[in-house]
């Protein structure tokens, strides 16, 4: 059984960063963060392939993002730097034993509960 535990969400100022983290139990060989607006879809952020280290990353944030993971801990971090109040949402953590990182969150068995970001303006 997958367990995945977000921790990192708060509040913080507009250009400022955060850093979220994601521990993971269990097989798995994909690992993706997705975010929540109120009302809107679930978004994709970037995904990290776990054996390669492959990283890919939407256009939503990219530049101001980074995911890396730590296979000693079972841990996968996303740095964001320059926030926006605009990337306010719940960002959720997703893993999948796919061989590819899909961007649609329909093909995600696995979700962590969620970690609030707040930015102010």
């Known amino acids: 059984q997958v367990q995945l535990v977000e921790s990192g969400g708060g509040l913080v100022q507009a250009g400022g960063s955060l850093r979220l983290s994601c521990a993971a139990s269990?097989?798995?060989?994909?690992m993706t963060w997705f975010r929540q607006a109120p009302g809107k879809e679930r978004q994709f952020v970037s995904g990290i392939i776990w054996s390669s280290g492959s990283t890919v990353y939407s256009d939503l944030m990219k530049g101001r993002v980074t995911i890396s993971r730590d296979n000693a801990k079972n841990t996968m971090d996303l740095q964001i730097d320059n926030l926006k109040p605009e990337d306010t949402a719940v960002y959720y953590c997703?893993?999948?034993?796919?061989?590819?990182?899909?961007?649609?969150?329909?093909?995600?068995?696995?979700w962590g509960q969620g970690t609030q970001v707040t930015v102010s303006s």
């Open positions: 269990g097989s798995i060989n994909v």
């Open positions: 997703a893993a999948s034993t796919s061989w590819f990182v899909p961007r649609n969150s329909n093909n995600y068995s696995y």
